[in-house]
């Protein structure tokens, strides 16, 4: 044992001996070279292949990558000794994934391969606009070369696919926003997320079940239509316009459709958008299975007067964007416009993803331009109405737990006749039933009370409106009406006065 170890001991000087006559022959570029050729050598003959799939791609966010460590994720937390854990801020899942410089073994169809998650310090940054992350981080990829192949072909196709699965079935869907401007974070993205948790679904949903049907089948068509659109060469998105006094439901509606798809949301600031070029860049950076919220869109910036926006007439500023911040400037580009917002939602670039929908909510339809309201355009225009019997029904299940035959005759006949005449938005109702909810009694009557008393003021206000628009009527035909010898004589009778005094 003790010869074994001399000649072992004695192996190791000979090395560094010639390790130290190389370094005193050779200077280091030429060594580098050797390394590089050996190396080349080695893969040369090694039965192995490699493939380095880095987090960041240039200055884009590597897709790649975030898929293979939620994929591996999925069963790393059983197989594996050393786990890193990570839990996003307000996020209810913890997901694993391998630490620095571990490997994980993976089978798919009878191959093995094996990958290995590589952590490296990034090295002192030069000046950049945009800072990149402290380290360099990556997945190697090792597979045998006979193999390359199918790995290639299907492997990597079925990791994303997973990846996808995993992520809306494990993780909080999220919601984006767009409310940092046009600035990019570290990994190249224009979107902020948090985890998506409004409660809403169309269950609790009040709207006439009908309608809530109808809209919950024309979803599921469209998540399950994919060989459809492909059929007919249509792009794989919809659009839904959501129309209707505020406190209807618009936003609850959308939240209910993304909890009932499993869909990401991404609610576009408009206001935050300075031209059409960032507009396409965030559009770009939506992934499939989400729904795109444009809310309030009459307000959030004048998107009418398209032919007047094709002139580029930038010095009006009715053409120009109605955001504040947004206008003003000297340079001339700094505008969203409306062929702009309608080539987002379905010109070229709208296809540069699948699968997503496109919801734009207003208070007020008529100040839409019609173009925006097109056939084609928005699928699907949704009115959201002001609290309808069946509505209210849904309502005082959700909030009292009381089914219709919980309520006595007399008061369901007096609220169903009342509920229309009281013009009571869903939000108007859910106030006094969440103020009276552990009352119940006391919350249908006084429920009662406050729809008898809207009744009765739309009625008075009715009857005034109906009684100045008579006025308005009258005092506008006294006008139009000329007196005799009146001022207000019209041009041709003028000219007819004046040929009369020539003859
Ligand atoms: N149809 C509805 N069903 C159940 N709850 C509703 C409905 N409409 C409104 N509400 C309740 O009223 C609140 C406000 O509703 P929501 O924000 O969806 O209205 P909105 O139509 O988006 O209003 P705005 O036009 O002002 O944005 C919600 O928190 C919800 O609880
Ligand atoms: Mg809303």
Redesign the pocket.
Known sequence: MREYWNSFASLLGVLAFCQSLLQLIFPPQLRFLCLKFFNRIFHLFSSYCYFDITEIDGVNTNELYNAVQLYLSSFVSINGSRLSLTRALNSSAITFGLSNNDCIVDTFSGVTVLWEHVVIQRQSQTFSWRPLPEEKRGFTLRIKKKNKSLILDSYLDYIMERSNEIRRKNQDRLLYTNSRGGSLDSRGHPWESVPFKHP?TFD????HPQKKQEIMDDLEDFANGQSFYQKTGRAWKRGYL?Y????????????AMANYLSYDIYDLELTEVHNNSELRTLLMKTSSKSIIVI??IDCSVNLTNRKKNNKRNYCDPEVRCGSGSACGGEDGGNSITLSGLLNFTDGLWSCCGSERIFVF???HIEKLDPALLRSGRMDMHIY?SY?SYP?LK??LK?YLGYEESDLDYHVLKELSDVVDKAEM???????VLIKNRNYKQKAVTELLEAMKTRADRNFKCGSLRDKISDEEEQEKRALETPNEGSEFEEPCKEGENKEKMKS
């Open positions: 809403s609790t949903l009040a709207m959501l209707g006094p505020p406190g209807t439901g618009k936003s609850s509606m959308i939240a809310e309030d909510t207003t208070n959201m609290c509505a849904i309502l959700n938005t869903p939000a108007d109702i859910s106030e």
